[in-house]
């Protein structure tokens, strides 16, 4: 009996440095694109909400995470290639779901549709009464579809952009009349492009029911044991409150200001 349990423990001792080993030697691509607060570049560093929260889960699992900003339809593409890689930050919804592993929630807000403060005769009660104006949108975006699904069309009120730069900035000329924005990003962008804060006005929620937050999205081949590490990490640091402090970090950061002379 006693040799008995003696393998069984020396079976497990086994199991578990084989576990920690496999841990430390595992590499893992992260893909993400320019969307500040969330993830961009900084002083050619990766910063960002749910990089720092994507990198500190890593850590803890001793996985050795490295970072790369790419346009978001390329980055969404090598994530569905490359087999040890992920994508953030990613919306979760029912078209994607079967297409990756999943992490998270991270960080995410509310998102709204964002007029100038002069554009006083752009009101709605609900998103039928935009179908008159015109709004950008990021190519490939998310939320690309969920406005066709909303009335929205190309060529008569829906114009797509390769940068959220370029929509604000056309937005600001009133070449357009609407973009999307949520209160975390929306200070970054509008900082980005040169705009007062106070220029922009949330005119109506866009519906988003369909939509989960922000995820890290794992390519489907990656082991299980690390989708389940890093979930464990990322709900460990969503409960000690650790996510509300970066966020509120990111908030009140001299960062917004400083983005915007490095532009």
């Keep these: 009996m006693n040799k008995m349990l003696s393998l069984v423990l020396l079976s497990l001792a086994f199991f578990c440095l084989a576990n920690d080993a496999s841990a430390k030697d595992f590499n893992l691509k992260i893909y993400t694109e320019e969307f500040p607060p969330y993830n961009f570049t900084f002083q050619n560093k990766i910063v960002g909400i749910n990089k720092e929260i994507v990198e500190m889960a890593c850590s803890q699992a001793k996985f050795k995470c490295t970072f790369e900003i790419l346009p978001w339809q390329r980055a969404y593409q090598l994530t569905q290639k490359n087999l040890r890689s992920g994508l953030i930050s990613t919306s979760r919804n029912n078209e994607r779901e079967h297409k990756f592993q999943w992490v998270g929630p991270l960080a995410f807000s509310t998102t709204n549709f964002y007029r100038l403060a002069v554009r006083e005769d752009i009101q709605a009660l609900n998103i039928s009464d935009l179908h008159r104006f015109l709004v950008g949108i990021s190519r490939g975006d998310i939320y690309e579809k969920l406005l066709i699904k909303n009335g929205f069309s190309y060529g008569k009120n ?106």
């Design 158 to 263: 829906l114009l797509d952009f390769s940068s959220k730069n370029q929509m604000l900035n056309l937005l600001i000329h009133q070449k357009i009349d609407l973009v999307i924005g949520s209160e975390l990003t929306i200070p970054y962008q509008a900082k980005m492009a040169g705009i007062e804060l106070n220029q922009l006005i949330p005119v109506i929620e866009l519906p988003v029911d369909e939509l989960r937050g922000n995820f890290l999205a794992l390519n489907k081949d990656v082991p299980k044991f690390v989708t389940d590490k890093l979930q464990n990490n990322v709900s460990q640091l969503l409960d000690s409150g650790q996510v509300d402090r970066i966020i509120n970090r990111y908030k009140r950061s001299p960062l917004i200001n400083d983005l915007a002379d490095e532009k």
